[in-house]
């Protein structure tokens, strides 16, 4: 089967490489869709991910298709339609213990979405796929597992109807927590950089957006839009620059919350001011992936329709295309390329 491995920095090639067998408990998926991912490209861009994968091995992690295989034990049949999620923890472990399966010291990680064939191990069977139904595109359902990072990023906020937000960044990510807050009756405000960010926030629910540009404070601008200039009740930052981290805490108000949900390269530093921390009584925040229960939420609200899963869509693409799109993807900001993700089509791009 042909499969996208990545070698290293920016070494993205597709392959042929030995069709996957389903072990005891395990599926082999056909995948139906995969989508570009901002960590993907993260990935792509350092060569590697410190937790989730070493290089060389097979790449991607978003996607839906049919179960083709089905080991002895498993819970799904040949002919089903799923959504794997890219993990599931052992939940027996301290932290599993302790509610807090994202940080599980077993976490058991799985790529290779971008490819025909795709394993799931068992564990991530049992815990972490789900059962697509027939009126759900592939590629609206590949969209769970973002949206449950963010999901559990606005629980862990303990956002709520009437609160205020800023969201600073306008990527995916960015832009599924402006969605998901606006669906939750939060109050958006967007601070975002391109031009063609502005309506595009817009769209996904953001009331006011705040363009960086030389001579405009963002902080100001966004401090302004609350009332008595106080700042939000919650920021979440998903650029993963340290500015941007700084600024998110200069962005809330006394008594409010901050989300460092973005994550920069191992050893970024911060400077941050403590007397406002301390006095400001501001709550610090850095929620990082899933859980099961947060994959679950995330597909309820895909398959409700209020999700507007069609406007993450932006490209669609064949297997064969995926190192020129990641190669493309390392210019788009630079080049103001309105592109939020790509849907790639293993049998073919779909109409």
């Not at 302790?98 to 490819?115: H, S, V």
């Not at 990510?173 to 960010?197: N, S, Y």
């Not at 705040?210 to 106080?230: F, M, S, Y």
Request: charged letters at 25%; a neutral charge.
């Amino acid at each position: 089967m042909q499969a996208a491995v990545l070698y290293g920095k920016e070494d993205l090639r597709l392959e042929t490489v030995d069709r996957p067998k389903a072990g005891p408990e395990e599926i082999v998926v056909r995948v139906g869709a995969a989508l570009t991912c901002g960590t993907d490209l993260k990935v792509y861009r350092r060569g590697y991910h410190a937790m989730m994968l070493k290089p060389p091995i097979p790449f991607g992690h978003e996607l839906a298709g049919t179960v083709v295989e089905a080991g002895e034990g498993a819970k799904f049949k040949i002919g089903d339609r799923v959504v794997a999620l890219n993990s599931a923890p052992c939940d027996q472990c301290y932290w599993c213990m302790k509610g807090q399966q994202n940080l599980c010291e077993d976490l058991l990680f799985n790529n290779g979405a971008y490819a025909e064939y795709i394993r799931i191990p068992a564990r991530i069977v049992a815990k972490n796929t789900l059962p697509v139904p027939e009126n759900v595109p592939f590629e609206y359902a590949a969209l769970t597992e973002p949206l449950a990072c963010v999901i559990r990023g606005l629980e862990e906020s303990h956002a709520k109807l009437g609160d205020s937000m800023v969201v600073i960044g306008a990527g995916p990510i960015g832009l599924m927590f402006m969605h998901a807050a606006d669906i939750a009756g939060v109050e958006v405000i967007a601070v975002v950089k391109r031009d063609d960010q502005i309506e595009t926030a817009k769209v996904f629910g953001a009331r006011h957006v705040v363009q960086i540009a030389d001579g405009v404070d963002a902080i100001a601008e966004v401090r302004k839009l609350t009332p008595g200039n106080r700042g939000v009740d919650i920021a979440i930052e998903a650029v993963a620059t340290p500015m941007a981290w700084e600024w998110a805490v200069d962005m809330v108000r006394k008594g409010g919350t901050v989300n460092f949900f973005g994550g920069p390269p191992s050893g970024t530093k911060v400077q941050l001011d403590t007397n406002r921390l301390h006095y400001g009584d501001i709550t610090l925040k850095a929620s990082f992936h899933h859980t099961p229960a947060t994959s679950r939420t995330a597909f309820e609200l895909i398959k409700s329709g209020r999700f507007k899963c069609g406007e993450y869509i932006t490209g669609r693409a064949g297997l064969a295309d995926v190192p020129e799109i990641f190669r493309k993807m390392m210019v788009r900001s630079a080049e103001g390329v309105k592109d939020i993700k790509t849907a790639v089509f293993p049998e073919g791009v779909s109409c």
